[in-house]
């Protein structure tokens, strides 16, 4: 069932000086994000910690123990224990971001909980020489890798993430964090070499490595959890994307009860609309096909990648899966037509957008576990990402809906899983 949602007055967000810090959330070409990660040793067994305070944009970081001390870099032999409630870096071994640095990944571990919260980390996508050596306004986060301190600022990332937020359902859960170095939605399978179309600057070799640091990070993970009760993956932008695209890896490779997945400002569009000449050029540049293939029935995916949304629900008949997005987000919906089409002005990118939302709605109602939350607009980061730094502005107020009292009720298995749409709202993105 879908709820609808009438006009309400002009809403305002008020502006929170912590976004300015969040650098791979903030529009398209924030390529630099990350680009601390060059002074990241990666073979390090030092420890480096920074005090937490709510509202702050810093966190605890602990390195894990090195192999010199009987436990392993990526946390999956015994040895000395991982500490609780604060973030540990991990590092899957062969698992590399896209300039052939260690890849890394974070876990904050519960004491009390078997449930697990997986979260892929946003920041672009690039799939040619333009957009991966950062010379176009669309490009990817973390070029340079990932530095050791990352959760000093993506520890608040969502609110979904801290411990802190009282009415957080996940507070308690152990927490990972999954960062995004790979320009390719967490999904590549590729060593592309990008040639300079004029001529001038050197060719770029650029490792799409997402989905094999993705498995190898599944491996580690399973590991640590060889029983999960409850296991949520969520992600925004490319990290949605990742989240909804990679879901049946996450449910094959770990041990887990019940699912859900929270693609946030990620939509897989179905192919036959105006995202179909995205989805043929990730899948050529990052050779997804292959990877598609590991799936049952991935093959009909090479046809209508947007297919996914649908498979997932009947593979996965009792989990429960959502997808939410503003309507005028002028972010993602940039990285899906602006390359595509001509003369690509605001009005007619969100005008694909909506276009493609209708098909994807309509995929949606189809399927009983399938559900969308999707308010109309909010001034912050372009109406892009819903769950960012704080759920103000997501509010269907008619119906008297949030973000976060949708997420609670994705997480409620004794209640049918609804979808949400609000209407236009004149005078709002103006």
Not at 368 to 384: D, M, Q, T, V
């Amino acid at each position: 069932m879908t709820m609808l949602a009438s006009f309400h007055p002009l809403r305002s967000v008020p502006l929170l000086a912590a976004l300015a810090a969040l650098a791979a959330c903030t529009g398209p070409g924030d390529t630099t994000a990350g680009e601390s990660g060059s002074e990241s040793s990666s073979g390090s067994s030092s420890s480096s910690t920074s005090s937490t305070s709510a509202g702050s944009l810093s966190g605890t970081v602990t390195t894990a123990p090195s192999t010199e001390s009987g436990s392993s870099s990526d946390g999956t032999t015994g040895g000395e224990p991982e500490p609780y409630g604060v973030w540990v870096k991990r590092e899957p071994p062969g698992a590399i971001c896209s300039n052939g640095s260690q890849y890394k990944y974070f876990v904050n571990l519960s004491e009390t909980s078997k449930n697990v919260l997986v979260y892929l980390e946003p920041g672009g996508a690039c799939w040619d020489y333009e957009t991966c050596s950062g010379k176009s306004p669309l490009g990817a986060a973390n070029p340079n890798g990932i530095p050791d301190s990352h959760m000093d600022q993506y520890g608040v990332l969502s609110p979904i993430l801290r411990r802190d937020v009282i009415d957080n359902p996940a507070k308690d859960w152990n927490l990972v964090f999954i960062p995004y170095c790979t320009g390719d939605v967490h999904t590549g399978n590729n060593v592309m070499t990008y040639e300079d179309p004029n001529g001038v600057e050197p060719p770029i070799e650029y490792h799409h490595n997402g989905h094999d640091n993705i498995m190898r990070t599944i491996e580690s993970l399973d590991a640590s959890f060889p029983q999960i009760d409850r296991l949520m993956v969520t992600g925004c932008s490319a990290g949605g994307a990742g989240s909804l695209i990679n879901y049946y890896f996450f449910r094959k490779g770990l041990a887990a009860d019940r699912g859900y997945l929270l693609d946030d400002s990620g939509p897989i569009f179905p192919s036959e609309g105006y995202s179909g000449p995205l989805h043929t050029k990730i899948r050529e540049s990052w050779n997804v096909d292959p990877i598609l293939d590991t799936i049952p029935e991935g093959n009909t995916l090479h046809d209508d990648f947007g297919n996914l949304n649908a498979l997932l629900a009947t593979m996965f008949p009792d989990d429960r899966l959502s997808t939410v997005y503003f309507q005028r987000d002028y972010n993602y919906s940039r990285y899906s037509y602006e390359r595509f089409y001509p003369d690509p002005t605001k009005d007619k990118i969100l005008d694909y957008w909506a276009s493609d939302t209708k098909l994807l709605m309509s995929l949606y109602d189809e399927h009983e576990n399938l559900a969308y939350y999707l308010p109309y607009w909010r001034e912050f980061n372009s109406s892009h990402c819903t769950g960012i730094v704080t759920y103000e502005g997501t509010e269907i107020q008619e119906l008297d809906m949030d973000l976060g009292k949708f997420i609670d009720e994705l997480l409620d298995d004794d209640a049918p899983l609804e979808s949400y749409l609000e209407s236009v709202q004149p005078g709002e993105d103006l």
